[in-house]
């Protein structure tokens, strides 16, 4: 008969009381403020671009689609380079 009570507790990314994380304390007042390289503009909207993954790169075997979110300035549509890696942005402001 097995004995109860041996088993490991393991905690799936919720703290528990005596695993407290420590908090950190940021004013946004004391923080800089993001802006768009071309315009100045502070507001950003979030959109998605697709990239076409082919069957024989695809780990299933089969073609998929691969969405990757973008940046762009809410004022003139630059895709900011500070959220997207710059593989992928490269010709992406000329073909918008």
Known sequence: MAKKGKGKVVNFGKPNSQQQ??????DPR???????PEC??????????YKEVPAVQSPSGQASMLPIPIVLCNNC???????TPKELIDGVNEEG
Do not use: R
Request: glycine share 10%.
């Open 77 to 83: 549509g630059t895709v900011h380079p500070k959220f």
């Open 30 to 36: 004391k923080l800089e403020t993001v802006k768009c």
């Open 21 to 26: 994380q420590p908090q950190l304390k940021l």
């Open 40 to 49: 100045g503009g502070i507001f950003f909207d979030e959109v998605t671009m």
